[in-house]
């Protein structure tokens, strides 16, 4: 006869998942008594939110093992995260997602000390902003009291510990076709439509965040549950040519080229190249990815200094030895790196040495 307990109601599917949480508890100040106190006072709070979790105990499980996995508290005081029930597709039962904020995923990333501070801004009609280059902050004046208009786009901006800047933009198209692509278009999207651009510019900004070398960075822990809970397009959104190339990668330990890879593919492209291991290899291959990345993005800071001697040395010939055979996204993560009158003087210096 089987010795487990059958719950009775949703409070016991939470109690259940101490050990689970203990276990793969990533911060230690996230502690299990408040967490599922915090987690029982949302189910209570709303009988939607029970409804759905008694219905799907599983989503629920999972839902509460992230939030050990990520480190991040469900704390309402914090505004960091939140059980939310979503339904994933037609004729399907509604699940419960953790749901990161763009708060939750400011406080990862610093606390993290991957990045010293990370601000997320939108841009109306009536501001003035002016991009000067992805390695400094850019200049935002904003109509704060008067009539702002509409948002044209969002951007992010993070301060790493050597002291430069990493600006991501994204313009109202960018956003929007992000939005069309999410089956929560009609819920986070619709009710907090300017948390969720924030939230997008940050998920794509944090490409190109530094990581603890051989960890997987937690913000990319908490963005991959985002966008597998937001539900966007699971699509195989890559090539066959691009499959074996992201394969050869991973196979080689090939870290400085995945890392450019990576950063150059959107988070629905990277989601679905995750969905291409074998099944019982996902997680192994996700954490090996991530570890790689890490690596390679401190390859890249080296690669990208060493780079900016020789453009202000102008030395043409080692510029042109070490650029050889770059792929298109490597020479997308060099000019992302470099900012944008770095690469100028780079295609000059380039383009002059061709004449010559």
């Not at 954490?287 to 030395?315: C, P």
Request: with cysteine; aromatic share 8%; charged share 25%.
């Amino acid at each position: 006869m089987s010795s487990e307990i059958v719950p009775k109601n949703v409070f016991d599917i939470v109690e259940s998942q101490k050990k689970s949480f203990n276990d793969v508890l990533s911060n230690d100040s996230i502690a299990w008594a408040r967490e599922s106190q915090f987690a029982i006072q949302q189910l209570q709070s709303n009988s939607f939110l029970n409804t759905a979790a008694w219905g799907a105990p599983d989503s629920l499980k999972n839902a509460i093992v992230n939030v050990a996995a990520i480190g991040i508290s469900l704390n309402p005081a914090n505004k960091h995260a939140y059980l939310v029930p979503r339904k994933p597709a037609k004729d399907q039962k509604t699940q419960i997602c953790l749901d990161i904020s763009y708060m939750g995923l400011k406080h990862l990333a610093e606390k993290s000390g991957s990045i010293l501070w990370v601000q997320a801004k939108l841009v109306y009609e009536n501001d003035k902003y002016t991009n000067n280059g992805v390695d400094k902050e850019p200049t935002h004046k904003q109509n704060t009291f008067g009539e702002k208009g509409n948002v044209v786009g969002a951007y992010c901006t993070v301060k790493i510990p050597n002291g430069d800047y990493l600006t991501e933009e994204m313009n109202i198209n960018q956003l929007n076709e992000v939005r069309a692509k999410s089956k929560a278009a009609n819920g986070p999207w619709k009710d907090f439509t300017e948390e969720m651009m924030r939230k997008t510019v940050v998920k794509r900004a944090a490409k190109y965040w530094p990581s603890p070398k051989g960890e997987m960075n937690t913000v990319n822990k908490a963005i991959e549950v985002i966008n597998e809970h937001e539900g966007l397009e699971q699509a195989d959104l890559y090539t066959e040519e691009e499959q074996k190339e992201f394969m050869r990668m991973i196979n080689d330990e090939i870290a400085f080229s995945l890392s450019a890879f990576m950063a150059d593919s959107s988070d629905e492209k990277q989601t679905s190249l995750f969905n291409s291991f074998p099944k019982n290899y996902i997680a192994s291959n996700k954490k090996k990815v991530r570890s790689l990345q890490a690596v390679g993005f401190e390859e890249w800071q080296s690669f990208t200094e060493n780079v900016r001697e020789l453009i202000k040395n102008e030395d043409v010939n080692s510029l042109n030895s070490e650029l050889l055979g770059f792929e298109p996204y490597e020479k997308r993560m060099l000019a992302n790196q470099l900012g944008e009158h770095d690469t100028n003087r780079l295609s000059e210096l380039l383009k002059g040495g061709q004449n010559d």
